[in-house]
């Protein structure tokens, strides 16, 4: 996604969005929301939109729910400075995500994907499973409240570099998840095959034990005696 120009999505809902000023990606799902804390979040971006129209603008997603999309549209259906677009497709998200200043948002996903680009979040909360993002300042919990959501914005709407200042480690990993795992099986499919060797044990009759044979590279027989080792641990009860 990152080696592919804007106009890539010019077919696509983005082609509105004019990419030269800030951009605040907006997103609301989450049935605790609905109704009031809604009609709240969407007049904090009425406000913020009139208020900076001229160097930002909002990207809302509008979640395909009548109860969000009704409330969307009447509180911010014509605004100037607001795009109302229905969700995208992952690889449009990523896009949009990347050039954004800032992320307003309830879902859980997203708070842990916005600091991949190091994009401040502002969480439309009260409460989140993903404490890791607000330890390692990367979001913000601000609620719903109308006013505490306009004054949460403006903050880093006004302060020059407030997305570089954000950009720290992020909590959730590297985004090299997958590729260490390729790396693990294949290295684990190469291993030695298993050697069968007996244990006589105290029993009268023997019992047979699958042993591994790790072969005599030091550096290797430490690598797969601990793999097992994680292994065996996973699989006890």
């Not at 859980?108 to 404490?131: C, D, H, K, M, Y």
């Not at 403006?154 to 790396?183: C, F, H, K």
Request: hydrophobic share 35%.
């Amino acid at each position: 996604v990152s080696k592919l120009p804007c106009d890539a999505f010019a077919a696509d809902p983005l082609a509105s969005v004019p990419w030269h000023k800030r951009i605040v990606l907006v997103t609301t799902h989450r049935r605790e929301s609905q109704g009031s804390p809604l009609e709240s979040i969407c007049t904090a971006v009425r406000h913020l939109a009139e208020r900076y129209h001229e160097h930002a603008h909002f990207v809302y997603l509008v979640h395909p729910s009548p109860a969000v999309g009704q409330t969307v549209h009447r509180v911010l259906g014509g605004v100037h400075g607001v795009s109302l677009l229905p969700p995208l497709d992952y690889v449009s998200l990523v896009h949009t995500l990347r050039r954004c200043s800032l992320v307003l948002t309830d879902s859980g996903g997203l708070q842990e994907e916005a600091p991949s680009f190091g994009i401040p979040v502002l969480i439309l909360r009260n409460t989140t499973e993903r404490p890791e993002g607000i330890q390692a300042g990367m979001s913000r919990l601000i609620g719903t409240d109308c006013g505490r959501v306009e004054r949460a914005v403006s903050q880093l709407l006004d302060e020059v570099g407030a997305r570089q200042q954000t950009a720290r480690v992020n909590p959730y990993g590297d985004g090299r998840a997958a590729s260490r795992i390729v790396e693990s099986l294949q290295s684990y499919q190469s291993r030695p095959a298993m050697v069968v060797k007996p244990d006589y044990g105290t029993e009268t009759r023997p019992s047979m034990v699958v042993k591994p044979d790790y072969g005599t590279d030091g550096a290797r027989v430490a690598v797969l005696q601990s793999f097992d080792k994680d292994r065996k641990s996973l699989c006890e009860p």
